[in-house]
Structures are given as structure tokens and as C-alpha cells.
């Protein structure tokens, strides 16, 4: 095989993912914010999540590019595992458009679109005009490079490669679709993949029924990349990623079981003929004698019917695996589940106060779980910095955060009902209390920012110092935990023994000060040494604060609750 079709080969391949992302590019630019929007608004409804997944797909053309940023709306609690699974089944049907595109290999347009993309794209002043440029030069790059692909791959079926590629190994089925997976999961990129597949079967390089398997195979290796993308996130993402590619699996296992009456299917929907033959007749050219047009829209209209017949199967059985998913990946750390959704609270029990309140007082309890766990997390940092820990922490913060801002939205509109006075003192009180809540989380996380830079600056403190600071989080500690085993019952008895806490807080942050300000004196201490440490004990001081907030608001609440009932 000359040297010079290889890289002609090489550089097609290049030219055609550099066309994808140009075009992915202007799509987003045109339509990107808009569908973001939309994806975190979207509702329950299974056939709109997958709509949803489609739309994604189709705009970034890329459907593992859009299953990273499902995983990571997972991750952020906009998407539950529900709605993920139905917007990951929709993704299949967005690539499979892409890819129709690709299979009409409109050749002849390749280079005036190329030369129109420049023109708008670099001599136009408007940006929607622009946007327009920078797709039409992705368009014409696409099938230049596809071009250029076919014709580079041409040459192999006269080498020892095509001979080697012929070894019955390949003619099996799953071979060629766990091929399709591994490039698919090394180009991270189904639609490139799969323009590669078309090249290959363009050129003779591999035959019909190969390039099938190796079609179905995309859906594997994308399958693959969310589940790796899932790796340090939240539990909801991975439950998500092994249910999806659990789904794609059985998927692939019925169509290789019925692979004839798949492959007839193919035929019966798409025009002309496939099979392909790599015998050269008499003196013909052989680029000419192995011309097949149509194996293209073959090939394309297989990922069609794939994604399709998916998405009839499985799409009903959405609720059967979003209830299912605690079994597939089950356990959560301590018995607690730090998902950021919550998990109470269903908006549809707002005609009921009664019952909605004691929704929004069980959310709080479990927020008031997480803050607290969060809190012990930290604490065993001092003891050994633990990467994977840290990386728990965040997530526990993301979860608060999610809690604070669904759980308020939650109680404003059930104080819009008609409720009685106690109720509305009730809801005015969670209010107060996932405040706080959210406020030793946010401090939390400041503490173990402060002794991340400590780790990261090789900043060493004394052996006093860190004394001083396990007794403060030990104090600290009890505090967290009064605040915490009274929520949300409000009966008044913690505020004592939080005073009494808060107070021998406020001694020993005395204490320790004087002690910080003599090492420096005595140059014990570095100055950053001692700016890190003093912002550690703030981060403290503010979570105990925040803990005797909690305490008194819960008093405040009691106080007036027992005078009204005099």
C-alpha cells in the first residue's frame, strides 16, 4: 500500500472530524442556550425526555457528547434518573439524523460549501450569519473528508492488511461490533465513527454485514463513554450510566440473535443493493468496479432502525428501571443518600397542606443528615487528606444547595395555599432552618478548601496547633449534632446545651488565638501557615453560628407556639 494513500486516508479522517466539530460548533452557537434551558426545565413525561435527547444529539452531533452533559446535569440534580434514562434513549434517535446526513454523500457540494463557510464565516460581520458560515464550512469539510477517506482506503484490499482483516475472526459478528466500540471509545465521537465505517465499506475495505456490526457497535462504545464520564459522580449518574448501557447491551444481543431478519429489514428500507464484491472484472478501474452508492444509506438507515426499534422497547419500561435502579447499583455511604434531588417532596400533594408540610419536614430532617455527615467528613480530613473523600464532600454540598433551593421553592408555594396560622409559622421555620443548613454546608466546604491549600503549599502545622483545632472540631461536632437530632421538631430543649457549647467555642477560639500569635512570635508558625490556620477557625466559629441559629429559631418557634395555645 503506497505511503501516499495512507496519509491521503489520514488526512480525510482529519477533514472529517475537524467538519463535525465545525459544524457542531455552528449548530450550538445558533441554537446551544436555548436547548440548555430547555433540557433543565424539561418535565417527566418519558416521551419528552426523549425528544429532548434527540434535539441534544442532533446539535452537538455527537450523541456521547451529549450523554456527558446529561451525566452532568445528573450530577448538578436537574435530571433524575428518569428523566436521564429517557433523554440517553433519545440520543440514539440525534445521532442516527446526523448520520442520515452523512450517507447522501452529496460530493458534489463539499468544496462550494467549503468556499460559501469562508465567506460567511470570515467576511460577514453578523453572528447569526456568521454561525450559518461556520456550519456550512463543517458540512463541506464532512464529505471532502469522507471523499478523501474512501479514496485513501481504496488501495488496502490490495495489501496483506485486507487479507488480514478477511480472517474469519472479523467475519464474526460481535468481533466487528466490539471494533465498532473500542473506535468508537477512542474517537469518542459515534457519528465519526461511523462516517469511518462508511468510508471503509465505500472502498471495498470491509464488507455489508461487517460494517452492520460495526454500526450497532457505536451504540456500545457510547454506551461505554457515559459510564466512564460517571467515574467521581454522584450515585444518580452512575445508576444512570449502567442501567443505559445495560439497556444497549440487551439491545445488541437481540438484534445479533435476529441478524438475518435485521439485515432484511435494512434491505427492505433502503434503496438499490449492498452487498458488496471485491473481485475486479477484467481491466476496469478498480475504484470504479467497486463502486457501491448506496451501501451509505445502508449503513445509516441500520443505526436508524437500531436506535428506533431501542427506543419501542425500552422507552415503555423507563419506571420498571428508574425504580429498579437502587437495586442494579445499591448502597449508599452510611445508609444515607446524598443525591442531589430530593426525595420527599412531590409538588402534585400541594392541595393537601397537611400532608405536603410533612413532606417539606422529612426533606429537611434528611437535608440536616447530609450536613451533618458532611460535616464528620471534613473532621477526618485532619486526621488523613483523602482525595476520594474530598471529592464526597463536594457532592454533599451539591446536594445541599439542590435541597435548599427546591425545598424553599417547595414551602413558597405551599404558602400560598390556604393555610392556618400554625402551618404558615411551620413554613416559616423550615425556611430558617434549610437556611442554615445550607450555610454549614457552604462553610464546610470553605474548611476543606483551606486544608486542601494546605496539603497542596506543603504547609506543616505545629503539633499544638493541630491539637487545638481537633478539640475545636470536637466541640464544634457536639454542637452539629444538637442542632441536627432537633430538626425540624422544635421543641425548645437544645438551646441550653447549644449556648453552653457555643460558649466554650468562643473560649477556645480565645485560646487559640493567643497561642497562634505567641508561635509567631517565637517563628513556630509561618505567616501562610498562619493565615490558613485562622481561617479554619472561622470556618468553625461560623458553623457553630450557624448551628445556634438553628436552635434558636426552632426556641423562638416553640415559645410562640406555647403562648398561642394559653
Not at 431478519?261 to 434503496?271: Q, R, T
Not at 464484491?277 to 452508492?293: E, F, K, M, Q, Y
Not at 509567631?520 to 485562622?534: E, H, R
Request: proline share 2%.
Amino acid at each position: 500500500m503506497p505511503l501516499t494513500f495512507l496519509w491521503q486516508a489520514l488526512g480525510g479522517l482529519g477533514l472529517f472530524i475537524l467538519g463535525m466539530k465545525s459544524m457542531s460548533e455552528g449548530l450550538q452557537r445558533i441554537a446551544g442556550e436555548r436547548l440548555r434551558q430547555t433540557l433543565e426545565k424539561i418535565t417527566g413525561n418519558r416521551l419528552t425526555a426523549a425528544l429532548m435527547g434527540s434535539c441534544l444529539a442532533s446539535l452537538l452531533q455527537s450523541s456521547s457528547a451529549a450523554s456527558i452533559i446529561i451525566v452532568g446535569l445528573l450530577n448538578a440534580g436537574l435530571l433524575s434518573v428518569y428523566q436521564a434514562l429517557g433523554v440517553l434513549m433519545g440520543t440514539g434517535i440525534g445521532t442516527t439524523l446526523a448520520i442520515q446526513f452523512i450517507a447522501f454523500k452529496i460530493s458534489q457540494i463539499a468544496l462550494p460549501a467549503i468556499a460559501l463557510g469562508v465567506l460567511l464565516k470570515y467576511f460577514c460581520k453578523r453572528r447569526r450569519v456568521v454561525y450559518v458560515g461556520e456550519l456550512l464550512l463543517g458540512a463541506g469539510l464532512i464529505f471532502f473528508g469522507l471523499q478523501l477517506m474512501e479514496s485513501g482506503f481504496a488501495p488496502v484490499k490490495q495489501s496483506a492488511l485486507f487479507e488480514g482483516i478477511q480472517h474469519p475472526l472479523f467475519s464474526w459478528h460481535i468481533s466487528s461490533v466490539l471494533l465498532g466500540a473500542l473506535l468508537t471509545f477512542l474517537i469518542q465521537s459515534g457519528s465519526a465513527v461511523i462516517g469511518i465505517v462508511i468510508a471503509l465499506a465505500g472502498s471495498g475495505l470491509i464488507g455489508f454485514e461487517s460494517g452492520v456490526a460495526m454500526v450497532i457497535g457505536e451504540v456500545l462504545g457510547t454506551s461505554l463513554i457515559t459510564l466512564v464520564s460517571t467515574i467521581g459522580g454522584t450515585i444518580a449518574a452512575r445508576r444512570s450510566a449502567i442501567i443505559y448501557c445495560l439497556i444497549n447491551v440487551v439491545a445488541i444481543i437481540l438484534v445479533l440473535i435476529g441478524f438475518p431478519l435485521f439485515l432484511k429489514v435494512i434491505h427492505a428500507l433502503s434503496p438499490g443493493e449492498a452487498e458488496f464484491t471485491v473481485s475486479i472484472i477484467g481491466n476496469a478501474d478498480p475504484h470504479s468496479a467497486l463502486s457501491r452508492p448506496n451501501i451509505a444509506r445502508h449503513l445509516a438507515n441500520a443505526h436508524t432502525i437500531f436506535s428506533v426499534f431501542s427506543v419501542l422497547v425500552f422507552l415503555p419500561l423507563l419506571g420498571f428501571f428508574a425504580r429498579s435502579a437502587g437495586r442494579i447499583l445499591p448502597g449508599v455511604e452510611g445508609g444515607l443518600d446524598y443525591e442531589p434531588r430530593p426525595k420527599f417532596i412531590d409538588t402534585r400533594i400541594l392541595n393537601t397542606p397537611s400532608i405536603a408540610l410533612l413532606q417539606a419536614k422529612n426533606e429537611t430532617r434528611r437535608m440536616a443528615a447530609i450536613a451533618e455527615s458532611m460535616f464528620e467528613d471534613v473532621v477526618k480530613q485532619f486526621y488523613k487528606y483523602d482525595a476520594r473523600r474530598t471529592m464526597r464532600i463536594r457532592q454533599k454540598e451539591e446536594a445541599l444547595d439542590v435541597l435548599q433551593r427546591d425545598i424553599s421553592n417547595f414551602l413558597v408555594s405551599l404558602s400560598k395555599q390556604s393555610v392556618g396560622r400554625d402551618t404558615f409559622s411551620d413554613i416559616s421555620l423550615l425556611l430558617q432552618i434549610i437556611s442554615s443548613l445550607e450555610h454549614i454546608g457552604d462553610q464546610n466546604e470553605a474548611v476543606l478548601d483551606y486544608l486542601r491549600r494546605k496539603k497542596e503549599d506543603k504547609i506543616i502545622f505545629s503539633a499544638s496547633a493541630m491539637t487545638e483545632l481537633r478539640n475545636l472540631a470536637a466541640v464544634v461536632g457536639d454542637l452539629v449534632n444538637s442542632a441536627v437530632a432537633s430538626v425540624p421538631e422544635a421543641t425548645g430543649n437544645g438551646l441550653t446545651t447549644g449556648i453552653d457549647l457555643r460558649d466554650k467555642v468562643t473560649q477556645l477560639q480565645g485560646t487559640m488565638l493567643d497561642n497562634h500569635i505567641k508561635r509567631l512570635t517565637d517563628g513556630d508558625c509561618t505567616v501562610m501557615a498562619g493565615l490558613i490556620y485562622s481561617d479554619i477557625v472561622g470556618g468553625f466559629t461560623k458553623i457553630a453560628d450557624a448551628c445556634i441559629q438553628i436552635l434558636k429559631s426552632e426556641r423562638e418557634f416553640f415559645d410562640a407556639a406555647s403562648s398561642g395555645s394559653h
